[in-house]
């Protein structure tokens, strides 16, 4: 058993433009970073491209149309203000989707220990029939609903460390009893939802608010008061992670004051929640971290804690 990594050259062809803080050397940086010998035994897997009928799970129909009738032969096309796509960003937002579904059927199927999806276009912020910052599909919901509709998995829960909220995880999560979202994130941040009054229709949403400026202790609180044990209450069946790395100090676009050891710790606590509710069925999904250094780092330690279980 192992940890898998999921990518596709494709996934650094997705070029939103020139100065977009979503660019294509986030990716290069924390292919980079796995390449050093620590990570010789990841089993590296190509990103499969997902079907419509997975992204049609999360997504109304007319959306993923919109999409894929407008990626642009050369140049860029606006999905928003913040979205844009390039002539690959179709190819690569369908693998992105793909390799998330693709991690969920081989940690279920228990081809692998757990595994970490370097892809992009990111995807917690894509609505159903929106895409917004930065983000075409709901990548980490995709892969739920595939745990659930393909392998009759009824219990996951995913849990967003990123600076920012989900607002496209929520949206896709608060109908599903059974599907458990909770992101601590800053407050006030971009996209503006998120508050700790949002609990879905069955109190399966948890948001953890952080003031702008918070740090390690702060952070470091609400996991072990309030996220760790609700996760441990639920008890899913699989646990995926949105890992975004932008609460890192030195992240340009939001306040936090998180340190490199910050997101190994996190990263640890999550996998011994998984080892306690779900034989460490762990599927990870990046999303933001726009330091070049801080995510190529904090990358590196989260995908080494992943790879840490199997010799615990
Ligand atoms: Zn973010």
């Avoid at 999905?79 to 960003?89: G, I, N, Q, V, W």
């Avoid at 279920?108 to 995807?123: K, W």
Wanted: aromatic share 8%; glycine share 8%; proline share 6%.
């Amino acid at each position: 058993m192992s940890t898998a990594l999921y990518s596709h050259p494709v996934c650094v062809e997705h070029d939103p433009g020139t100065h977009h803080p979503e660019r294509p050397d986030r990716l290069r940086a924390v292919l980079k970073a796995l390449e050093a010998e620590a990570f010789d035994d990841l089993v590296r897997i190509p990103a499969p491209k997902a079907s419509l009928a997975q992204i049609e799970r999360v997504h109304a129909p007319y959306y993923v149309e919109k999409v894929f009738e407008n990626i642009p032969e050369s140049g860029l096309f606006h999905l928003d203000p913040d979205t844009a796509m390039s002539p690959k960003s179709g190819e690569a937002a369908l693998r992105a989707a793909g390799g998330v579904c693709a991690a969920v059927d081989a940690v279920i199927g228990g081809q692998t220990t757990n595994a970490f999806c370097a892809l992009r276009p990111p995807g917690h912020h894509a609505e159903p029939s929106q895409a917004m910052g930065f983000c075409l599909f709901n990548n980490i919901a995709i892969g739920a609903l595939q745990a659930r509709d393909a392998h009759g998995i009824e219990r996951v829960a995913v849990v967003d460390f990123d600076v920012h909220h989900g607002n496209g995880t929520q949206a896709s999560f608060e109908r599903y009893r059974d599907f458990l979202y909770v992101s601590s994130h800053q407050s006030p941040a971009y996209p503006g939802t998120g508050a700790e009054m949002e609990r879905g229709l069955n109190n399966n949403i948890i948001n953890v608010e952080l003031d702008p400026g918070s740090g390690s202790d702060i952070f470091r609180k609400a996991y072990t008061d309030r996220i760790l044990p609700a996760l441990r209450d639920w008890k899913p069946q699989l646990l995926m992670i949105s890992a975004g790395f932008d609460a890192h100090l030195r992240d340009p676009l939001a306040q936090l004051l998180l340190h490199d050891d910050d997101f190994a710790w996190v990263s640890r606590q999550l996998l011994e929640v998984a080892a306690e509710v779900c034989e460490n069925r762990v599927v990870s999904v990046l999303e933001g971290g726009y330091d070049l250094d801080a995510l190529a780092a904090c990358v590196a330690l989260h995908v080494g804690e992943l790879m840490a279980v199997d010799i615990r």
